[in-house]
């Protein structure tokens, strides 16, 4: 089985296509042929007023399931559309589940030490991909000693059932350790480039969290799809992943002056999902949230099915109790005003395409209707936080922060909004 790397960034949200061992595919799909934008759409202060998916090809899909024992299974007609408007909230039948919350060990605290300006890879006790098998995480610490700091989720899939999981394989799967990390670490540029000069993380310390639970980094729940002899288990164990690794990085580099804790598509949704507890792991003095292509759009804007099946398939809930969200399953955008309430002076940021052609596709919208629930989400929830800003431009494309230097929008230009958002200085929302 082989893992999606794309260049446009890391691991696209929704890994389309299964894949053979030992093969890695690198894929461009960055859309730039509209980034620049004439306008901005705020000032210093919002307005009072105003959500690796790599789209699946049915041509191209992996329809038998042959990573697993369950029987041979084939798409005919059969749309996401479809299947997300017949299932019901408990997802599949012949599904079982077991909570793994209190069956992992405690976390390790103990530091680590790797060489300056290279990534360095460490396993860590008590973390599980899908398949059971365990994972860890990735260091390249400052080639200057400055103790400001990078946390990035990996994106890469999410799947909620048999389906999903195991014949559409719509999320990338373990193994993922050291050699699949050598791997697909050249596709870690951009924001963790230490030659570019208008690089505002050049000399910062980076940590890489991997993804291979297909839960947003959320999850903590271990599910049997099937009947005995044609069953499979998956490990959502995506926030039991975080919950190890985050105290480690944490005790690594503890107390940052400046920490920033950033995803792309599904490690988007993760780092806002994970955000209070890297925060009260690490201690930083001052905090930040950096979103690229992972809006949590309105209430049922997310397909109400979709988001119960992440919910009772993943047991979803328990990390937005860290933050007191106790009614996010009705509204996934409640998430960001809590954070908000919780830490006001935090600097907090999307960054997106207008008609995102990947996460619309998800959300089985159609690209206008897409970039109607973006503003709405911008306008109506982000606006009415102080410390939230966006950064919106046109166009369809996925992903940004590995080539931030092709966007703008109002005249600004990606990487500057990055310097501006980690600066004491003014940083503005900007949207045609």
């Known amino acids: 089985m082989r893992m999606l790397w794309p ?12 894949c053979s061992d030992g093969d890695t595919a690198i894929s461009t799909d960055t859309d730039t042929s509209s980034a620049e934008v004439d306008e901005t759409s705020d000032t210093s202060d919002p307005p009072d007023t105003l959500d690796t998916i790599d789209t699946p090809d049915t041509n191209d899909l992996d329809t038998t399931l042959t990573d697993t024992t369950l029987t041979d299974t084939t798409l005919t007609d059969t749309s996401i559309i479809d299947i997300l408007d017949s299932q019901d909230s408990d997802a599949a039948d012949d599904t079982s589940t077991l909570d793994i919350a209190d069956i992992v060990p405690q976390p390790d605290t103990t530091p680590v030490s790797a060489d300056a300006g290279v990534w360095t890879w460490f396993d860590e006790p008590g973390t599980s991909c899908n398949d059971g098998t365990e994972t ?96 499979a288990t998956w490990n959502f164990a995506g926030a039991t992943n975080s919950r190890l690794i985050l105290d480690r990085l944490a005790a690594t580099f503890f107390q940052p002056t400046r920490l920033v804790i950033s995803g792309t598509s599904a490690g988007g949704y993760g780092a806002s999902l994970n955000y209070e507890r890297a925060r009260k792991a690490f201690r930083p003095d001052v905090s930040y949230l950096l979103m690229d292509s992972s809006p949590f759009l309105i209430g049922n804007a997310i397909n109400p099915n979709l988001r119960s099946a992440w919910f009772s398939q993943w047991d979803l809930q328990p990390i ?24 006001p ?40 936080n102080s410390n939230w800003r966006w950064f919106l431009f046109p166009g369809t494309t996925h992903t940004t922060v590995a080539t931030p230097g092709l966007y703008s929008s109002g005249g600004t230009s990606l990487k500057t909004w990055f310097s501006q958002m980690v600066s004491a200085g003014a940083w503005q929302s900007h949207a045609p």
């Open 345 to 384: 002076d935090d600097r907090m940021g999307l960054v997106s395409s207008l008609q995102d052609g990947v996460i619309s596709t998800y959300f089985t919208m159609l690209g206008p209707v897409f970039e109607l629930e973006l503003r709405r989400l911008a306008m109506n929830v982000y606006a009415n």
């Open 136 to 231: 860890g995480f990735a260091i390249n610490p400052s080639p200057t000693g400055s103790n400001d700091t990078l946390v990035f989720f990996m994106g890469g899939g999410a799947c909620w059932d048999q389906l999903t999981c195991y014949v559409i394989n719509s999320a990338v799967k373990g193994p993922f350790q050291a050699p699949q990390f050598e791997v697909g670490k050249v596709a870690l540029t951009g924001v963790f480039d230490r030659d570019d000069g208008d690089n505002a993380f050049a000399d910062w310390n980076f940590a890489f969290i991997p993804y291979c639970t297909g839960d947003l980094h959320g999850g903590q729940r271990l599910v049997t799809y099937g009947q005995p002899p044609f069953s």
């Open 320 to 343: 937005l109790d860290e933050v007191g969200c106790t009614d996010c399953a009705a509204d996934l955008s409640r998430l960001y005003s809590r954070l908000s309430t919780l830490h």
């Open 7 to 18: 260049l446009s960034f890391l691991f696209v949200f929704l890994a389309g296509s299964a």
